[in-house]
């Protein structure tokens, strides 16, 4: 990380950043996936304060929050000062997935990675903000599968396979009677759906040298 020259790579951002505003027409120029927690403020006060875009946050309930939590998705909002979206899947079917979940893959938690790498995507999709901003691609910061330089972006495929375990929504259908219903939160946008609007995930710590601990340290202290 030290030998990058991360200030050519912050000029690349802002002028990739640039060629996605919308100054006249009030439009959200981004869509930010937030969750409340130190990595949240440091990519939206980042994104408003450095990079100066006018993003619209997106949330995905993952049903384990803390007070904290809560009063942090609030601070989030308000102090910022950004618009928030929040998807709450209701409980009895969250928990038939999670049931479910744990006899195919052992896992409590596909629900929670499903949800939020899913969520951001068809509300772009939807309401036609083709610019999704990520914090950082763990394939790149926490394991090495990537260089910073290969500027990786978000896939379906990386998705599956790393983040839910080999199983998409579609892989669950008729499993422990999961129905179309159930799971139709976590079913991703068609390609079509995707090239239509333009849809694509940047990741900051591609531009930006990454540190979590500075970072978490920075937002512990500006905004408590």
Request: glycine letters at 6%.
């Amino acid at each position: 990380k030290d030998k990058i020259k991360w200030h050519q790579k912050f000029q690349k951002l802002k002028k990739l950043t640039n060629s996605y505003r919308d100054n006249f027409h009030g439009k959200n120029d981004c869509i930010l996936p937030v969750s409340g927690a130190r990595d949240s403020f440091f990519i939206v006060d980042f994104v408003k304060n450095k990079l100066g875009l006018n993003p619209l946050l997106v949330n995905y309930n993952k049903h384990y929050n803390s007070l904290i939590s809560h009063k942090n998705l609030s601070k989030i909002r308000s102090i910022i000062g950004c618009s928030l979206i929040t998807l709450t899947v209701k409980p009895q079917t969250v928990k038939k997935i999670t049931k479910a979940t744990i006899k195919k893959m052992g896992s409590i938690y596909w629900h929670c990675i499903a949800g939020q790498t899913v969520f951001p995507v068809k509300i772009a999709c939807k309401l036609k903000i083709p610019l999704i901003i990520w914090g950082a691609h763990q394939g790149v910061d926490q394991v090495g599968m990537y260089s910073h330089h290969d500027e990786v972006e978000m896939t379906r495929k990386y998705r599956k396979e790393h983040d839910l375990l080999g199983y998409e929504a579609e892989d669950l259908l008729g499993f422990q009677g999961l129905t179309k219903s159930d799971l139709e939160n976590y079913f991703y946008p068609s390609d079509e759906e995707i090239k239509r609007v333009g849809v694509r995930g940047i990741y900051l710590n591609n531009y930006i040298r990454w540190d979590s601990l500075s970072q978490h340290n920075k937002m512990l202290k500006k905004y408590n």
